[in-house]
């Protein structure tokens, strides 16, 4: 059974974010991770299009960002639009940390948790599979990128086997189309199982794409 579009807002830890919790247990959790200037609301447009026994969290990012919202890595104006690995190496490391305290309290096991982020919350779902795919179960990609310094992880293929959702619009202006593809390159390399979903949108999921999002996260 699909969820209704509710949810609460918490302050958990230094973290502001917003929580639906599971109806009943054992329950999945899912990470939600918003774009570059917005918060713990602009993912939960597709909270509706996960199962009731789903834990999904959405925290805010965890620095401002200087056009006003919040980002996942410190402002830095040498790299606006290129950020790094090691941009989002803090935050990834605060999420596992965040997600592990929140289950406990369940309790609920985050053991492996799914990871869905949005533009540059997509890049930092990346990171987060690539340095802790153990912990990851599947991984949604929707219109983001890899971050540069990437290379040498993708070596080892620590995303042997994993699946990752990847969906991308031809029309966007802000990531584009091509730079998608070739972090899909990456994602393959890494050894991902990938499925991509491509539409003629600018940066954003398309109707067709979220359906096949709401399908891969279904199993």
Same mark, same amino acid.
């Given at each position: 059974?699909?969820?209704?579009?509710?949810?609460?807002?918490?302050?958990?830890?230094?973290?502001?974010?917003?929580?639906?919790?599971?109806?009943?247990?054992?329950?999945?959790?899912?990470?939600?991770?918003?774009?570059?200037?917005?918060?713990?609301?602009?993912?939960?447009?597709?909270?509706?299009?996960?199962?009731?026994?789903?834990?999904?969290?959405?925290?805010?990012?965890?620095?401002?960002?200087?056009?006003?919202?919040?980002?996942?890595?410190?402002?830095?104006?040498?790299?606006?639009?290129?950020?790094?690995?090691?941009?989002?190496?803090?935050?990834?490391?605060?999420?596992?940390?965040?997600?592990?305290?929140? $289950?406990?309290?369940?309790?609920?096991?985050?053991?492996?948790?799914?990871?869905?982020?949005?533009?540059?919350?997509?890049?930092?779902?990346?990171?987060?599979?690539?340095?802790?795919?153990?912990?990851?179960? #599947?991984? $949604?990609?929707?219109?983001?990128?890899?971050?540069?310094?990437?290379?040498?992880?993708?070596?080892? #293929?620590?995303?042997?086997?994993?699946?990752?959702?990847?969906?991308?619009?031809?029309?966007?202006?802000?990531?584009?189309?091509?730079?998608?593809?070739?972090?899909?390159?990456?994602?393959?390399?890494?050894?991902?199982?990938?499925?991509?979903?491509?539409?003629?949108?600018?940066?954003?999921?398309?109707?067709?794409?979220?359906? $096949?999002?709401?399908?891969?996260? #279904?199993?």
């Amino acid at each position: 059974m699909l969820a209704a579009n509710n949810a609460s807002l918490e302050t958990f830890e230094n973290w502001t974010l917003r929580v639906r919790t599971p109806s009943q247990t054992p329950a999945r959790v899912l990470l939600m991770l918003h774009g570059w200037t917005g918060d713990e609301n602009s993912t939960w447009v597709f909270a509706r299009n996960f199962p009731t026994d789903t834990l999904i969290l959405a925290p805010r990012g965890l620095h401002l960002a200087p056009q006003g919202g919040y980002s996942w890595r410190p402002p830095r104006a040498d790299s606006f639009g290129r950020p790094s690995l090691d941009d989002f190496c803090e935050s990834a490391e605060a999420l596992i940390r965040l997600v592990d305290a929140y $289950a406990a309290r369940g309790p609920i096991d985050a053991r492996q948790f799914d990871v869905m982020g949005f533009s540059q919350g997509a890049a930092l779902s990346n990171v987060i599979a690539c340095l802790h795919p153990d912990r990851i179960r #599947k991984a $949604a990609i929707l219109a983001g990128f890899m971050p540069s310094g990437m290379e040498e992880i993708v070596a080892k #293929k620590p995303l042997s086997g994993k699946p990752v959702f990847v969906t991308h619009g031809t029309q966007d202006n802000l990531v584009p189309i091509d730079r998608a593809r070739a972090s899909m390159s990456l994602l393959e390399q890494a050894g991902a199982h990938v499925t991509y979903c491509e539409a003629e949108v600018g940066h954003k999921v398309s109707a067709d794409c979220l359906r $096949a999002l709401e399908s891969f996260f #279904k199993d």
